[in-house]
Structure formats: C-alpha cells, structure tokens
C-alpha cells in the first residue's frame, strides 16, 4: 500500500514580504484606487445602513458582475460593462422598489438573474482563468492604467454629486415623512441616491469582486455606527474604516498567494468586532453608572 504525502502548509506560503518594495509598485494603480473606493464606499455606505438597503447593494453587485461578464466575454471593457449592468440595477430597484418589501422582493428576483447570466459568460469565455475569477473575489494586478482613470473618475463624481446633495438626502433617509412634508423631493433623491450606489458598486467589483461587495459598502458604516452618532463623525470614522479595510487588504495581498478580498473582509469585519466590544462596553458603563445613580429606597 502507498502512502501519499500531503505536503504541510507554511507561514511562507501565505505570507512573504520578500521582494516587497518591488511588489508594491506594480500594483500601485489597485492602492490608489481601493484607497479612493474606501473613503467614498465607507460615505456612501452609512446612508446605505439608515435607508436599510444592504440587501440592495449585493442586488446590484450581482448585475455588475453579469455586465462585467458579458463585456468580458464580448471583448469590451469589464469596467464599462459593470458600470452599466451596476447602474441599470440601481435605477431598476429604485423605479420599482419604493416600499421596502417591494425592493427585497425585486433584489431578491435580479440576484439569482445576474449571478446565472454571469456565470454563463465566463464558462463560455475561453482567455485566462485569472480573469474569471478576478470578477467574483477581486484581483490586485487587473487595475490597469486607464482603468484607473475610470475608476477614480467615477469615484470622484460621486463623491462631488454626494456632498451636493448631503444634506437632504440625510434628512430623507432619517426622518422620509418630515422629508416629504418640508417639501424634499423623496423620489429625485432616491433615485440620485440610487445611482450613485450603482456607482460605486461597479467600482468595487474590480476591487474586491462582486461576492464580497458589501465589505466595503455595508460594513465600515455598520462599525462606525456602533460607536459614533454624531452627523459628522459617523460618516468621517466610516470613510477611515473603508480606507483602512481597502488599502491594508491591498498591502497584506501583495505578500499573499491568496486573492485580495479575504484580506479586505477580514480587516473590515476585525474592526466591525472591535466596534461592537466597545460599544457593548460602553452601554454596560452606562447602565451600571445609572443603577448606581438611582436613590435607594427602603
């Protein structure tokens, strides 16, 4: 009888920062751009938390990543093809999806819809497999130069249309009746808002894949929502936990065999922990200061 031998699974194997100056700079354009997807993703993401639209953010990531695939499998750019599968998603859900259990059920039809269409592309694409599995766990090394341009160039109109719109989109998803009867147009601004998030989602797809979304999108806003409740410092703490989460996967993904995004979901979900302990921490100190507080009475 042969006995085979499995080979035993090192340190090295997973983590190696020889040669890692000259690793770093070959992937400088997907640090630059996952540091400009963190602070606009972790913005976005803490109106995407008080409208209660998680759910939503991985409907439009799985369209993004059907379009991403089609455009693949056409020979056309991926960033185009997400960007258009991301948005038509986003504008869908929004037309459609004006009452909360009308949009899960839609996300709930478009998900399964865009994952098979997706996933029929890429089987019947015949180039490299790395840049299959790029589009569903996300790859350091396929951000290229002009896609970089379009990258930040996306980011930075959201960026610039989210502050113009700040402040009655804030009051629209904190208080939607009160919006309404002030006279905030509840529809354009859903439908911006919308947008915007099919946005940023099509750029995170090239970032950390279309399973894993909502790392970025959902769970830095989650985390600074746990500890900060101020208008200012929630959206501040969450755009440096998105920062924080993209650009330290990208570094430890230099030194790494595996893909980026385990390392992005695990740093954003560690911080989300942290989040939760000190919060938890805090309400306890809270109450037992308030039991202490009370008079005792006979």
Known sequence: MISRVVPSLEWGDVLSFENYGALLQLV????????????VGGLIGVFIMQRDMAFAVHGVSELAFAGAAI????????????LVGAVAAALLIGLLGSKARDRNS???????????????????????SANRFSLLTG????VTTPDLGWLIGISAAVLVVLMLVWNPLRFDSLDPASAAARGVPSTAISMIFMLLMGLVVSVAVHIIGALLVMALLVTPAAAAMKVMHGPLAVPLLSALFGFVSAVGGIMLAIAGTLPVSPYITTISFLIYVVCRVVAWRRD??????HRAEQPVTA
């Open 139 to 142: 790859q350091i090394v396929s």
């Open 28 to 39: 400088s354009n997907a640090i630059i751009a996952a540091g400009v997807l963190g602070i």
């Open 106 to 128: 839609i996300v709930g039809v478009l998900m399964p819809f865009g994952l098979g269409i997706g996933i029929l592309c890429l089987s019947l694409y015949e180039g490299r």
């Open 71 to 82: 455009a693949l499998l056409a020979g056309a750019s991926v960033v185009a093809g997400s």
């Open 284 to 289: 306890r100190a809270i109450r037992n200061r």
